[in-house]
């Protein structure tokens, strides 16, 4: 198992030097993970939601808006493109019916608290997730050029991260990619290779 390795977006050149951004990504401990995890959950409220607390709780929410009869139809539909994933003998998924299941889905995050507030958790997680995996986990990067087409040099701060300063300077595509990678990495049991 490695503690390290450097990811590289986009394709390798055929000759020449690689001169690609580089991100060398580091395998936290156990106890940095766990951390990590905690002030995701806790400061952030950004703990992913699992997708049966997601349709139990929209579920809820059209018996709560809607009359026995018409929700009874859409918790079938909603079961049966959410609840049947694994489930081969599921059938295909119309178009009209991904655009109703879209549609329900929007209702219920404007109309119904409890399932907006679970959309939210998971757009936290999705937008916050990558960008604390970066500030933490990369100890090192080189070729990145800031936004001011000026290279960007690495530091940290003197809490172990990234200071704010250097991240506004990256492209923040290139933030979300290394620091999704980053995150993986972290629970890939070190099976990157360089």
Known sequence: MQDHFW?????????????????????????????????????????????????????????????????????????SFHGDAGNPERGEVSKEERAQIAEIEAVLAKSWP?????????????????????QRFVDDFENVTGTDSKPVAFERDKAGNIPDAVLRRIHP????AAGNRAYNFQYAAGEEKN
């Open 114 to 134: 409890p399932y907006r507030q679970l959309v939210e958790q998971n757009a936290r997680y999705r937008n916050l997730m990558p960008l604390l995996a970066f």
């Open 7 to 79: 990811y590289r977006p986009g394709e390798k050149p055929e000759k020449g030097k690689d001169t690609r951004p580089g991100f060398r990504i580091r395998m936290a401990s156990l106890m940095e993970r766990g951390e990590f995890d905690a002030e995701l959950e806790g400061r952030h409220q950004a703990a992913p939601v699992p997708a049966f607390v997601m349709l139990d709780t929209a579920i809820a929410g059209v018996h709560a808006l809607l009359e026995q009869g018409e929700a009874a139809e859409l918790e079938e539909l909603l079961r």
């Open 173 to 176: 595509a290139l933030i979300y």
